[in-house]
């Protein structure tokens, strides 16, 4: 089947816009996760949904990200009054919870934050 | 803290040429995955392998649960093959998040 989508691909924003990033997860798993890839910074985990459960918000960097989740399946990432730090690629996660761990990765969405 | 460390940083290759990237972790892991990222940027997954030996064409890998590494090994290397590799563990915990290496860049000239 489709694997994890993200949208848009590319996003170009002025400092201190907020911007709202999407994520589909492949139908039917139940975990989802956002991570973030930086340079100097590596790949971060940044939060973690898992069905109805609280989300998981340890990794996120400050206030101004946050994230819900939709019927359990759709995501988006939102981040106001956007940095320049805050660019970055940001990438989508998803499990299923009859398949052990193993996370399958979206394309991502590279953010740059003028 | 949870780390994990992969080696070498840079590798350069002639096509035809093998090679073993390495990974170490800290700690015992639910899961460790093998990552390829092209040069678009996409994760692709290459292995999933807690423990044990798996091959896939060209590519196989060995997790030493018990001495805490894992290595991949790229066998008759293609220009295909170049780009990024990562190694990420699964700690478990309640979220069982990745944690990333910082990954081993390999170029394979023709």
């Known amino acids: 089947g489709a694997g994890v989508s993200q949208s848009p691909s590319n996003k170009v924003t002025e400092k201190g816009k907020d911007v709202e990033l999407r994520c589909d997860p492949i139908s039917g798993h139940t975990a989802l996760y956002w991570y973030r890839q930086s340079l100097g910074q590596g790949l971060e985990f940044l939060i973690y949904?898992?069905?109805?459960?609280?989300?998981?918000k340890s990794g996120l960097p400050s206030d101004r990200f946050s994230a819900e989740r939709t019927g359990g399946s759709v995501s988006t990432l939102t981040i106001q009054r956007t940095q320049q730090e805050d660019s970055a690629v940001y990438l989508c996660?998803?499990?299923?919870?009859?398949?052990?761990?193993?996370?399958?990765f979206g394309p991502g969405t590279r953010l740059t934050v003028t | 803290g949870i780390q994990v460390e992969q080696s070498p940083p840079d590798l350069i290759l002639q096509e035809g040429a093998n090679s073993t990237l390495r990974c170490n972790f800290s700690?015992?892991?639910?899961?460790l995955q093998w990552f390829h990222q092209n040069p678009w940027g996409q994760l692709i997954n290459l292995f999933y392998i807690p423990s044990g030996t798996k091959q896939n064409g060209r590519l196989s890998a060995t997790t030493v649960a018990t001495e805490r590494y894992s290595l991949l090994y790229i066998s008759s290397s293609q220009t295909t093959d170049s780009g990024v590799y990562f190694c990420?563990?699964?700690?478990?915990?309640?979220?069982?998040?990745?944690?990333f290496g910082t990954g081993t860049l390999l170029a394979v000239q023709p």
């Open positions: 949904f898992q069905g109805n459960s609280a989300p998981d």
């Open positions: 700690d015992s892991v639910n899961n």
């Open positions: 996660a998803s499990i299923s919870s009859g398949s052990g761990y193993e996370q399958y």
């Open positions: 990420a563990a699964n700690y478990g915990g309640a979220t069982n998040k990745l944690i």
